[in-house]
């Protein structure tokens, strides 16, 4: 049964429009309800697959896209983006295949650019696949390109040469030739042939290094096993993925590469967050290298490059995660130990971080260091496999105990619990394992979720979780002295138990000792940040903010932690709240400042790419107050580049050209703009945009004619023409009859019913 159009549309609509502020969420549930009337539609399959892709979901973007090629195989698009995600997901042979049709139905659309750059993404993953070569060849002789031609005739040669046929490799050296004779390339080429010598293999372009080790990536990480992997082996898979997304990211023809190079002269000068280009190419070098070296099994070699990245300017919590392991493996525990303490602060490798520092402790016979390592691990592991809801008390109740064990002594206790942990986790079934571990402990009373530490620890202390009960009924009744008084009575035994602090800050709040309660809050948060338990120390910091929301000290440390922790995208709007602090208080150079460092974090992190235009704007908003209109230019160009459709952006830079007496960079601006919209059947736009510009400046004469051509395109001939008179007469009483005679002949060229009494007029003008 057909679905219902009407619900279909608005589906569609609300989609479009979720796309178009970038609210990728909403744009996938609007589609997803889209196909749910039509659920074989492409365009709407089309648009599902890019909100997908937005918001990183490659997987399923890729099957998306994969489908629509199936519905639509005379397409070019969806197969040039199956090639595209194949790449990222390090499928290689479906990326070389798809591209390959996309190319050459791009051609037969007469679309030559879109096909040369297929097929060049072949050549880029495959150098010596001979097919894109021909292609390519023909394709370049065709359109006059004769030096890319021989290149690719020469690559051709090289490729047939080692498969045997030198008839057919005589061939394609003398195509070069009859193209090029005087070509150094091609002399030496048809020397090597006629001296029996093998030719220059076909290079690698650039931008091929990203999928090639994405694909080196993902054979190394399948699992000796199907039941999964270890935590460590999962941190590893993890890093190894996100340094080769780094690769692609990086490469110098991927549009992040080149938006992150038109953003980099505003960011200039304002911190090294940023990489510059020589940097940019070395960590590209040697991330290759490591992940070659890794799938090569030459983990000696793979350190030395990650860490050759690291002296380049590449500082990542993956980097510092796989140097960490690979030191580790290496016997260079010294070295080890400080990579992993800058990668235990990231999710993404806290477990498997805990668990290799234990490790390394037992190695140096630490255990008591050592069991404290491992029962941080274990504390992270339970928290991820209980349900949500519960991961925050589970987490605060490992503390008391493992306050308790920090005054163990004996050896042989500390051995035992190191190696029970180790045997739980370090398995590739381990969470099947907690799971059952947890069905074989004894119920609670309530609610309460016990911690797994009860079956390691056959000696806990109740008692400081017991006062806090008490200190927490007190509080309830307002008894907050008697509270208080209970709190320091429980400290005495457990000094260092962090929870136990952050509630006596929550009783001075409740007295409004405010001050008092900052300074509680903000050493507990250094003592969390320090013990490497990010999580804790950004709820603490947020309480402080929320305390006193002009703490910039504690907004710069969550901001850190945020970024340790790798919530980019929180430390942005961290970031943006401070410069908005910056601008209330008319601090104009430290909100622009704060933006420019929000800008670079954008650029190195994982954080989405929507956050460029949005920072940009305000950048652009400060040096609009600050009159600095040079630099607002700059800003506005940026953002035309990343949202050409931001009507507010064009506005400006129509605006700010005219101000700085620019008036050719102003119409052509104008002119792109008004062709944009145009390419989007946005007429209508782009004469409201015309005339409202008219409105704020209406001495611009070129305007009032851009309009006139705008409302003649949309068929008002009779507007067109009243605009017009009325500006030649103007024109003349201003004593500019060239511009008169301009705008009649503009009329003329209309062709209106009236056209003679105009041609009468032209050539009295001409002839007076």
Not at 198 to 224: D, E
Not at 523 to 542: D, F, N, P, W
Request: proline letters at 4%.
């Amino acid at each position: 049964m057909p679905g219902r159009e009407d619900i279909f549309q608005k589906a569609m609509n609300d989609g479009h429009s979720a796309a178009w502020d970038q609210e990728w969420d909403n744009a996938v549930a609007a589609y997803r309800q889209a196909l749910q009337e039509f659920p074989d539609h492409p365009k709407a399959l089309n648009s599902l697959g890019l909100a997908l892709y937005q918001l990183g979901n490659v997987e399923e973007a890729l099957h998306i896209y994969m489908n629509v090629a199936k519905l639509s195989p005379d397409d070019p698009v969806p197969m040039e983006k199956v090639a595209q995600l194949s790449e990222r997901t390090g499928d290689l042979k479906t990326a070389v295949d798809a591209a390959l049709r996309a190319g050459d139905l791009f051609l037969k659309q007469r679309d030559t650019e879109k096909a040369l750059e297929n097929w060049v993404r072949v050549t880029n993953v495959n150098p010596e696949n001979a097919i894109a070569h021909s292609r390519l060849a023909q394709v370049h002789e065709k359109l006059g390109h004769v030096q890319q031609a021989v290149t690719e005739y020469l690559a051709i040669a090289s490729i047939i040469q080692r498969a045997g046929n030198a008839e057919k490799t005589k061939e394609m050296v003398d195509k070069a030739v009859s193209l090029l004779p005087n070509s150094l390339e091609v002399k030496q080429a048809e020397t090597l042939f006629k001296t029996g010598q093998l030719l220059p293999r076909p290079l690698r372009g650039k931008g091929g290094t990203g999928p090639i080790r994405m694909a080196q990536v993902k054979q190394l990480q399948k699992p000796k096993a199907s039941s999964g992997l270890d935590p460590i082996a999962e941190s590893r898979q993890k890093a190894l993925t996100q340094l080769a997304e780094l690769l692609f990211e990086y490469s110098d023809d991927n549009p992040s590469a080149q938006e992150r190079k038109g953003l980099s002269a505003i960011m200039k000068g304002t911190g090294g967050l940023s990489l510059q280009q020589s940097e940019q190419t070395k960590v590209v070098l040697h991330l290759g290298l490591a992940i070659d070296a890794q799938t090569k099994g030459n983990e000696a070699q793979a350190a030395e490059e990650f860490e050759s990245a690291l002296d380049a300017g590449f500082k990542h919590p993956s980097l510092y995660f796989m140097l960490g392991l690979l030191r580790f493996k290496g016997e260079r525990t010294e070295s080890a130990q400080r990579f992993l303490q800058n990668a235990v602060k990231h999710t993404d490798y806290a477990l498997g971080t805990r668990l290799l520092m234990g490790q390394l402790l037992v190695g140096k016979s630490r255990f008591n260091e050592a069991s404290i390592e491992y029962l941080e691990a274990l504390k992270l592991a339970d928290s991820i496999t209980v349900p949500a809801e519960k991961s925050d008390e589970i987490s605060q109740q490992y503390e008391p105990l493992i306050e308790a064990h920090e005054n163990q002594k004996d050896e042989n206790i500390l051995r035992k619990v190191c190696e029970n942990i180790n045997s739980l986790l370090i398995r590739p079934d381990w969470r099947e394992q907690l799971h059952k571990t947890r069905d074989q402990m004894p119920k609670q009373d309530g609610d309460m979720t016990a911690p797994l530490a009860d079956v390691i620890l056959q000696a806990q202390s109740s008692s400081v979780l017991e006062s806090m009960n008490r200190i927490n009924h007190l509080a309830r009744m307002g008894s907050l002295r008697s509270a208080m008084d209970e709190a320091y009575y429980a400290i005495q035994h457990a000094p260092t138990y962090l929870p136990l602090h952050m509630l006596m800050g929550d009783l001075l709040v409740q007295e409004n000792h405010e001050a008092d309660a900052i300074v509680k809050y903000s050493i507990v948060a250094h003592a969390y940040s320090v013990r490497g338990e990010v999580l804790q120390a950004t709820k603490l910091l947020r309480r402080i903010i929320q305390l006193a929301p002009m703490d910039f000290g504690s907004r710069s440390r969550l901001i850190d932690q945020l970024i340790a922790r790798g919530q980019t995208d929180d430390a942005i709007r961290e970031y943006l709240e401070l410069a908005a602090i910056y601008n209330r208080l008319a601090e104009l150079d430290m909100a622009r400042k704060t933006y420019t460092t929000a800008l670079r974090v954008v650029q190195q992190g994982n954080a989405s790419r929507d956050w460029n235009a949005h920072i940009l704007q305000r950048m652009a908003d400060i040096d609009l107050q600050r009159l600095d209109w040079k630099q607002a230019l700059r800003v506005y160009e940026q953002i035309r580049t990343i949202a050409p459709d931001d009507d507010t952006t064009r506005r400006q830079l129509v605006e700010l050209n005219l101000r700085m007496a620019q008036t050719d960079k102003a119409m052509n601006e104008l002119e792109n703009y008004i062709t944009h919209l145009e390419s989007q059947n946005k007429d209508d736009v782009a004469i409201l945009f015309l005339e409202d510009m008219l409105k704020e400046h209406p001495e611009q004469l070129l305007l009032k004619r851009a309009l006139a051509a705008r409302l003649q395109h949309a068929g008002r001939m009779d507007e067109a023409i009243s605009l017009l008179d009325i500006l030649g007469e103007t024109l003349m009483q201003t004593g500019n009859k060239q511009g008169a005679l301009e705008v009649i002949n503009q009329i003329v060229l209309m062709n209106p019913p009236n056209v003679d009494e105009y041609r009468k007029l032209l050539f009295q003008m001409q002839n007076s």
